[in-house]
């Protein structure tokens, strides 16, 4: 009696990353010759990848020749496109390759979502939820969150973030990213625009040092808000309000009942604050 011998190379594969093998039931058969042995093998590949193509490769004149049609009786399926299997006769050395296509979320697309709540306006003082959610499959391992951060990011880490009091320094940049066994994935980028009334209010002189009568002069009143001051009122200490209601107050040509204390107030949507006040004194 004659037995054929086959050798399966292999065993079980592992192709760079985690989720691709290929397994064969065994690693080798002994049998009868002339009889028939069906030759199977079972792969894996990660989610998201669509199998191509599968052949059986025979080892035959030192290489690695591919078994021209897989269509042939010897190669049926059995549905499974996780499973393969080769019908053969002979004694040879057999390697099974499967083909696929697709990557990195493909076939299931995914998509991260990003929700700020509340919705609307964002303003200094109150509470902000950062969520980043994702259908990734398999499910994501991981979510991190990034803020611009001058040149750089800072990072932090779950998928929700939470402001229990934004303040003005947490306006700028946001995105998300989510982690699976697949790889990694970002968010749209998310611009929080954080609403504040006027800080530090100011009022400059210019030009700066002694100011002589006849001379012309500038006061400037300066605010950091979001968003700008849209109305600013001009103070004299001692006197009613003055008719100013921009930025700068002029004096085309200043006289010395001109001098004393000034300041500005400024408001916008969200708040309203006086600057302290300025000594303007004319030296006649
Ligand atoms: C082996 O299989 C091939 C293809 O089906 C066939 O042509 C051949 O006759 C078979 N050989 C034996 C010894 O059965
Ligand atoms: C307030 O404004 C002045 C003038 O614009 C500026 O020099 C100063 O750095 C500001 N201070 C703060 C705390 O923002
Ligand atoms: C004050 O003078 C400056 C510089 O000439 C000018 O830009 C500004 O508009 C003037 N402000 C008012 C309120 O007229
Ligand atoms: C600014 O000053 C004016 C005049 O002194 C006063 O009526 C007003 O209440 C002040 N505003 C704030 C926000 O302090």
Same mark, same amino acid.
């Given at each position: 009696m004659l037995f054929m011998f086959l050798r399966l190379q292999g065993g079980r594969l592992v192709l760079g990353q985690d989720g691709w093998s290929v397994t064969y039931t065994k690693n080798s058969i002994c049998?009868?010759?002339?009889?028939?042995?069906?030759?199977s093998c079972s792969y894996t590949?990660?989610?998201?990848?669509?199998?191509?193509?599968?052949?059986?490769?025979?080892?035959?004149s030192l290489t690695w020749t591919q078994i021209p049609d897989k269509y042939e009786d010897r190669i049926e399926y059995r549905g499974n496109k996780e499973n393969d299997y080769l019908r053969l006769n002979d004694s040879a050395g057999y390697r099974f390759r499967f083909i696929t296509s697709g990557g990195?979320?493909?076939?299931?697309?995914?998509?991260?979502?990003v929700t700020v709540s509340p919705s609307g306006e964002?303003?200094?003082?109150?509470?902000?939820?950062?969520?980043c959610s994702s259908d990734a499959n398999p499910p994501v391992d991981k979510y991190t969150w990034y803020k611009k951060n001058g040149g750089g990011y800072q990072s932090m880490t779950g998928p929700q973030h939470v402001f229990n009091q934004i303040?003005? *320094?947490? $306006? @700028? /940049?946001?995105?998300?990213? &989510?982690?699976n066994e697949m790889g990694?994935?970002?968010?749209?980028?998310i611009n929080?625009?954080?609403?504040?009334?006027?800080?530090?209010?100011?009022?400059?002189? *210019?030009? $700066? @040092? /002694?100011?002589?009568?006849? &001379?012309s002069v500038t006061l400037t009143c300066s605010s950091d808000a979001n968003p700008d001051v849209d109305k600013y009122t001009w103070y004299k200490k001692n006197r009613a309000s003055l008719t100013g209601s921009e930025?700068?107050?002029?004096?085309?040509?200043?006289?010395?009942e001109d001098s004393g204390e000034y300041y500005c107030g400024t408001e916008n949507k969200y708040g309203r604050l006086n600057s302290s006040s300025v000594s303007v004194d004319v030296q006649c």
């Amino acid at each position: 009696m004659l037995f054929m011998f086959l050798r399966l190379q292999g065993g079980r594969l592992v192709l760079g990353q985690d989720g691709w093998s290929v397994t064969y039931t065994k690693n080798s058969i002994c049998a009868l010759k002339g009889s028939t042995v069906d030759l199977s093998c079972s792969y894996t590949y990660p989610r998201g990848h669509t199998v191509t193509t599968t052949t059986w490769n025979k080892w035959k004149s030192l290489t690695w020749t591919q078994i021209p049609d897989k269509y042939e009786d010897r190669i049926e399926y059995r549905g499974n496109k996780e499973n393969d299997y080769l019908r053969l006769n002979d004694s040879a050395g057999y390697r099974f390759r499967f083909i696929t296509s697709g990557g990195k979320f493909a076939g299931s697309p995914v998509s991260l979502t990003v929700t700020v709540s509340p919705s609307g306006e964002r303003v200094e003082g109150s509470s902000v939820t950062l969520t980043c959610s994702s259908d990734a499959n398999p499910p994501v391992d991981k979510y991190t969150w990034y803020k611009k951060n001058g040149g750089g990011y800072q990072s932090m880490t779950g998928p929700q973030h939470v402001f229990n009091q934004i303040q003005s *320094s947490d $306006s @700028g /940049e946001y995105y998300c990213e &989510s982690q699976n066994e697949m790889g990694t994935d970002r968010s749209r980028t998310i611009n929080m625009d954080v609403k504040y009334g006027p800080k530090n209010t100011s009022v400059s002189v *210019s030009p $700066s @040092g /002694e100011i002589v009568e006849g &001379s012309s002069v500038t006061l400037t009143c300066s605010s950091d808000a979001n968003p700008d001051v849209d109305k600013y009122t001009w103070y004299k200490k001692n006197r009613a309000s003055l008719t100013g209601s921009e930025k700068t107050y002029n004096f085309t040509t200043i006289r010395s009942e001109d001098s004393g204390e000034y300041y500005c107030g400024t408001e916008n949507k969200y708040g309203r604050l006086n600057s302290s006040s300025v000594s303007v004194d004319v030296q006649c």
